[in-house]
């Protein structure tokens, strides 16, 4: 496993309020705002940045979003029931909650803000960038459909990559401090993939995600000659 980059630390953390549900956490320090990644399973997370509540795919199944701190921003990568999940949304929004998903979602989701592959927009004061999720080998997400997200926060660009295979416009993306790439056969990357993507565009820190019963110690074997970029496994099956 590499080492982590200058200024990063890792904690698992609990849930800030008594009520809320209780997920293990990775802290990073001020730069200029602390940022805490909850991991919530599946394909499912939480980012907290400064004061804003960000979540990605809020999904039922892996929390009661009722409990959960309420969005600013909620990102949906594409319209699999694993991924919009209607109701967690409602449950996890408040006035003023920003939604941006992709374009498959708008049947499901009346209200929100579709991104385009490769739209840009600043919601919430956050830069972010919809970057094409697809499979290149499979057909289960076909290129247009979806989307991945990169929100740059701060002095960080994190990457959270959707439902997709290891595509050029993933492994020309420049500059990503942290990436959440999924790994899980048949729909998304083997470790293999995943391996090649990395090693392509770099990040500092990588978590698989999405990722099933798949074998994590094959990814950091992959990995181990690439010092540059740390890999963290977390419970996200």
Request: with cysteine.
């Amino acid at each position: 496993m590499a080492r982590a980059f200058a200024g990063f630390a890792c904690l698992m953390a609990a849930g800030a309020a008594s009520s809320e549900p209780r997920f293990p956490a990775d802290v990073f320090p001020a730069a200029p705002e602390e940022l805490s990644l909850t991991f919530i399973g599946h394909g499912t997370l939480m980012i907290r940045w400064g004061a804003a509540v960000i979540h990605v795919d809020p999904v039922a199944e892996y929390s009661d979003y009722s409990k959960m701190p309420k969005a600013d921003l909620v990102l949906v990568t594409h319209e699999h029931f694993d991924h919009l999940d209607p109701e967690a949304i409602r449950a996890v929004s408040r006035p003023g909650t920003e939604i941006l998903m992709s374009s498959s979602c708008r049947a499901k989701m009346p209200s929100g803000t579709v991104m385009a592959n490769g739209d840009t927009r600043t919601a919430k004061g956050i830069p972010v960038q919809a970057v094409p999720a697809y499979n290149l080998v499979k057909d289960y997400h076909p290129k247009g459909v979806g989307n991945g997200y990169i929100l740059t926060l701060g002095k960080r660009r994190l990457y959270v990559a959707g439902d997709t295979e290891n595509t050029p416009e993933m492994k020309g993306l420049k500059g990503i401090d942290i990436a959440f790439l999924p790994m899980n056969l048949p729909y998304t990357m083997t470790p293999e993939m995943v391996a090649d993507a990395a090693l392509a565009f770099r990040p500092k820190i990588l978590y698989p995600y999405h990722y099933g019963e798949t074998d994590t110690g094959k990814l950091t074997k992959l990995l181990a000659s690439a010092p540059d970029i740390e890999v963290r496994i977390r419970p996200l099956k």
